[in-house]
């Protein structure tokens, strides 16, 4: 480094510093797709074949610039593959199709454990009671750059062509909703109108599923979106990828709703649309 210092000059090096990152993400993106990795997303995103080309393309390279900014760490004895990486990366860039975003700006790990983990909860009761408990979860997000993710339950996605569930888009929906400064249900849109058509919406149908979940009514999004508005709009996207047919049919302000945010129409990809 002393010696770079000494030929470039001191303006010149702190420039390629902060250059850096964006000098090598072209070089990253310039390579090409290795059919390794398309093989890979063709078998853990069922309808992958069904996608425009050049939607297809799109993801590719958001995938490439996925991997090359984010680090996976592999938990409990877990050695993290390209199979892994790949899938995950792939999964995760849908909900990024279309849109003028970063590619998760504020990620930088992806935590993997094999199966379901067991995280501790500290809960404050009435009267200051402090009560210490765990759950058992197969994903969570944090805003502090960090998503857990258990890898038996991100290939269950892969084995549905309509799934119910998928751990990658619930917890990656929570990563968008983050990136708004608060993780409350509404994720970073365009104007204070946005924000106000957003809220007429998700509020009416959060509170109907809420009473869906209370009188024990079966419908296509899951009850655990009933548990608060973060959750909902990371359920509310699972059903929009996974079963966007039937949430059209039941819920079509909310379809439409997160089609012009996401601005894509997955019934499109199952022949559909």
Request: proline content about 7%.
């Amino acid at each position: 480094m002393e010696v770079l210092w000494i030929f470039l000059g001191l303006p010149a090096l702190v420039a390629l510093i902060l250059f850096w990152p964006s000098i090598t993400l072209r070089r990253a993106l310039a390579q090409p797709f290795p059919a390794s990795h398309a093989a890979i997303l063709a078998r853990h995103i069922p309808f992958w074949r069904e996608m425009a080309p050049p939607l297809q393309m799109q993801l590719k390279r958001l995938v490439k610039q996925f991997l090359h900014q984010k680090k996976f760490i592999g938990c409990d004895g877990l050695t993290v593959t390209d199979e892994m990486r790949v899938a995950i990366a792939g999964q995760a860039c849908m909900l990024l199709l279309n849109r003028k975003t970063g590619v998760y700006p504020s990620l930088r790990h992806i935590l993997l454990y094999p199966s379901a983990f067991v995280v501790p909860r500290t809960e404050f009761g009435v009267g200051g009671v402090v009560t210490h408990a765990s759950q058992t979860l197969a994903g969570e997000s944090w805003n502090d750059g960090r998503v857990i993710l258990a890898w038996d339950h991100v290939q269950q996605a892969a084995f549905e062509r309509e799934p119910a569930h998928n751990v990658v888009w619930h917890e990656f929906a929570h990563q968008l909703d983050s990136e708004s400064g608060h993780t409350n249900g509404a994720p970073l849109l365009p104007s204070k109108n946005a924000y106000r058509y957003w809220s007429s919406i998700m509020a009416h149908e959060f509170e109907r599923l809420q009473q869906e979940a209370e009188w024990e009514i079966p419908g296509v999004i899951d009850h655990y979106g009933a548990s608060n508005p973060a959750e909902f709009f990371a359920v509310a996207t699972e059903t929009f990828f996974g079963r966007p047919l039937e949430m059209a049919e039941q819920h079509p302000a909310l379809f439409e709703l997160l089609q012009k945010y996401y601005r894509v129409d997955p019934r499109a990809w199952r022949g559909l649309a």
